[in-house]
């Protein structure tokens, strides 16, 4: 039996699988429907629905993607937990390899148990560095 922290890990995995493989059912598997996400200036959504048109109409013209978490840290609270996590995510942009944008930053998510396993409430991504074939940003 996996523990709760392994089960946590697992669907910020299943996150970044989904968007690089442009999974979106298995995208969805990683929020509740009443999901509040703020990704700041990218946007805010607060339903499951929401959040996965944005992103598979965003990552619909982008070759490849890859979407690297790391440094999880988890605090367990019962049925609650609050996780912080480094993302670095590397995006082409179209078919020439020269349109490309590098983004790092934090996710600090509200994870809640359900009866379908482990989902992210809610959601703050902080960028820290954004880097594109255009400059910074």
């Known amino acids: 039996m996996t523990t709760d922290r392994e089960q946590i890990s697992d ?5 970044a699988t989904g968007i690089d493989t442009r999974d979106w059912p298995l995208f969805r ?14 946007g805010v959504w607060d339903d499951v629905d929401g959040i996965t048109e944005f992103m598979a109409a965003v990552h619909e013209t982008m070759p490849a993607t890859n ?11 019962g049925d609650r937990a609050s996780v912080i996590s480094y ?12 349109q490309w944008v590098d ?12 009866d379908d396993g482990w989902r992210i409430r809610e959601r703050t991504f902080t960028p820290t ?4 074939s255009e400059g910074w940003s």
């Not at 979407?67 to 609270?77: E, G, Q, T, W």
């Not at 993302?87 to 020269?98: S, T, Y």
């Not at 983004?103 to 809640?112: H, L």
């Open 103 to 114: 983004a790092v930053g934090t996710y600090a998510d509200t994870f809640v148990r359900t």
């Open 11 to 15: 669907v910020l995995i299943r996150y």
């Open 29 to 42: 598997t990683c929020f509740t429907a009443d999901v509040h996400a703020d990704y700041g200036d990218i």
């Open 87 to 98: 993302v670095h995510a590397v995006l082409l942009l179209d078919r020439d390899p020269q």
């Open 129 to 132: 560095r954004l880097l594109s």
């Open 67 to 77: 979407h690297l978490l790391s440094n999880i840290a988890i605090d367990l609270d």
